[in-house]
């Protein structure tokens, strides 16, 4: 392996264990949001919800191998495309379709069982797209990434933080009602400025080959987005539904991304630098897009 390829970003070991526990109070914050009505949603009006787990975990990664066919990206950024496109919903989704005036109920349903589901679905999404591809089979097969091993990753990082806000949630909901809005601030700020950090840390990698992922994520990034209205338009859902569904499927948890890229890969670089240029990227076109959509009548 040569240039972005052979970069490792660096990252001690504490400073992941300090990463894993931000997204635990990530989740957890975004836990104290959820009830059971938004699941029970899925059951009583499963229809908008499939689909938009269909153009997430299904549509969106078809997409991407296809798009990394057309732009042949060095094979560490295709595999990073990859992982983003195996993530589960970004925790800024529901609020940005809020703001854009799309069905904000069909988008926590989606995004929190988007969440759970992608305990199974993000190792099984990226072991299937990743091995198709030649140049990235020869990555997956040169850090030996165990699906298993995976499995019980995300959901120590994902699931139990769930769980622990739900219960929360249930148990005590005055007290959860308190700390919602803090630890949704605090979160958010806490990741935003790991993020920093981390970037800082490795800026002159970052400096280097960020040019060289701009132009994949951009088009990565439009392409989810476009891949979520269309999808759930081409089913015939109304027009909020499709921009929840939009959103659904083009906002992504990168920083989960970013976990599993230093868990498992080393801390690849053009992987690396894909998930943190995506998570900055999708806020910025996120907002863009609500905007653009709110001056807009459903």
């Known amino acids: ?40 949603r899925v059951l009583d009006r499963p229809r908008p919800v499939l ?17 990394v066919l057309l732009i042949k990206p060095p094979p560490s950024v295709a595999l990073g495309m990859m992982l983003v496109a195996a993530c589960p919903a970004g925790n800024i989704s529901n609020f940005l379709v809020n703001f854009a005036g799309g069905n904000t109920a069909l988008s926590v349903s989606i ?14 999404v990226l072991r299937f797209w990743g091995s198709l ?4 089979r020869v990555l997956m097969r040169a850090v030996a990434v165990d699906p298993l091993e995976m499995f019980m990753t995300i959901f120590v990082l994902l699931g139990l933080p769930l769980m622990a806000g739900m219960f929360v ?3 005590w909901p005055a007290l959860a009602d308190r700390i919602r809005v803090p630890m949704r601030r605090l979160s958010i700020g806490i990741f935003l400025s790991f993020l920093v950090l981390s970037l800082a840390a490795n800026w002159q990698y970052f400096v280097t080959y960020v040019g060289r992922v701009v132009g994949a994520v951009f088009l990565h990034n439009a392409t989810a987005l476009t891949v979520g209205y269309w999808t759930a338009a081409a089913f015939g859902l109304p027009v909020r539904d499709r921009r929840a569904v939009s959103f659904e499927v083009g906002i992504q948890n990168s920083g989960l991304g970013l976990i599993l890229i230093f868990t498992f890969f080393g801390g690849l670089g053009g992987m690396a630098i894909v998930a943190a240029w995506w998570g900055i990227w999708h806020i910025i076109a996120g907002l863009s897009l609500a905007t653009y959509w709110s001056r807009r009548t459903a």
Do not use: C, K, W
């Open 111 to 124: 995004s929190s069982t988007s969440t759970v589901l992608s305990v199974v679905m993000t190792p099984l």
């Open 1 to 40: 392996m040569n240039g972005i390829d052979a970069v490792r970003l660096n990252f001690s070991p504490a400073v992941l264990h300090l990463l894993n526990a931000i997204l635990g109070i990530v989740m957890f914050g975004v836990a104290l949001d959820l009830r059971g009505e938004d699941f029970r």
């Open 51 to 67: 689909i938009g787990l269909a153009g997430h975990y299904l549509v969106f990664p078809a997409f991407t191998y296809l798009l």
């Open 169 to 171: 949630q249930q148990r």
């Open 133 to 136: 591809y030649p140049p990235t």
